[in-house]
């Protein structure tokens, strides 16, 4: 039966931090270039983040930094309102010129309610990225 006296264990410990200490001091400028370029790139990931999130919002017309929270107060509220906050910023029906040959065989133009089906995935994708 091996008996260790505790002055063995705690050499052996202190034997164990002086290499790794030892280990630290040799080894500390190892990937100081690797590291550098990571915070870096970390850096301009957030950069990236501000502007997508300023560039989004310039593009919704100054309404996508309520859209989301607005969405979610629209859920909580009665039927009885009339103004959905998706519908303000993606309608979802327009107006359309259509232009079709008569029976004379001249140019017709027809106003035209369109449906803008793309919008309809728009405002969900929206809600999410918010």
């Not at 091996?2 to 202190?14: A, G, H, R």
């Not at 100054?62 to 009339?82: A, M």
Request: include cysteine; charge should be neutral; hydrophobic fraction near 40%.
């Amino acid at each position: 039966m091996v008996d260790f006296s505790e002055t063995e264990v705690e050499k052996k410990k202190m034997e164990t931090f002086r290499k790794a200490a030892a280990y630290y001091v040799q080894s500390r400028n190892y990937n100081l270039v690797y590291s550098t370029g990571y915070i870096i790139c970390e850096f301009l990931n957030l950069v990236i983040v501000v502007l997508n999130w300023h560039f989004t919002n310039a593009f919704l017309s100054q309404q996508f930094t309520t859209y989301g929270s607005n969405v979610l107060k629209d859920y909580r509220r009665d039927e009885d309102h009339k103004l959905n906050p998706m519908d303000v910023v993606f309608p979802k029906v327009a107006k359309c010129d259509f232009h079709k040959y008569g029976p004379s065989g001249s140019l017709m133009r027809y106003d035209i309610m369109c449906v803008l089906a793309l919008n309809i995935i728009n405002e969900k994708i929206y809600v999410y990225l918010w």
